[in-house]
């Protein structure tokens, strides 16, 4: 890809929304909020590339789950969820299984999100399925505090 669109409207990682969630009482993996940063909310069929790294390790897309509206997908799902639609003001909830969790103190947070805009095409002929690409990946250190 040559280039992307980028807007910064938002931070995309949340402040203050890193939790470890818990199963009968075992630490079974960790959570956090993100938030597009654009002008407008996407369908989730429009997401193209999605990844998410903490404290440098590149989280498995399996392990991996995607909440809005109430409801919860595999990131291998996206490219069929034509009817999810992303509001803009809506954080996304990001859940990673991971049996132990996150220790207590700072973790660099990174998500890679690549969207493609439906309504922006990148030629005039109707052969040609490239859209404009749109670049909302975002980096923060959050905080988890001890339990």
Same mark, same amino acid.
């Given at each position: ?6 807007? #910064? ?28 940063? #654009? ?109």
């Amino acid at each position: 890809m040559g280039f992307a669109m980028r807007i #910064n409207f938002v931070d995309v990682i949340c402040d203050n929304s890193l939790k470890n969630t818990y199963v009968n009482g075992e630490k079974r993996g960790f959570l956090f909020d993100m938030r597009l940063s #654009n002008y407008r909310g996407h369908y989730l069929s429009c997401i193209d590339e999605f990844k998410v790294t903490v404290d440098g390790e590149e989280i498995a897309d399996e392990k991996v789950t995607f909440g809005i509206n109430n409801k919860e997908f595999n990131v291998n799902q996206f490219s069929n969820l034509i009817s999810e639609f992303w509001q803009l003001i809506e954080p996304a909830h990001i859940m990673v299984h991971k049996k132990s969790g996150l220790s207590a103190g700072n973790h660099d947070i990174k998500v890679h999100l690549m969207l493609r805009v439906p309504y922006m095409p990148l030629s005039a002929s109707a052969e040609d399925s490239n859209y404009m690409p749109l670049d909302s990946c975002g980096e923060k250190v959050l905080s988890i505090k001890e339990d």
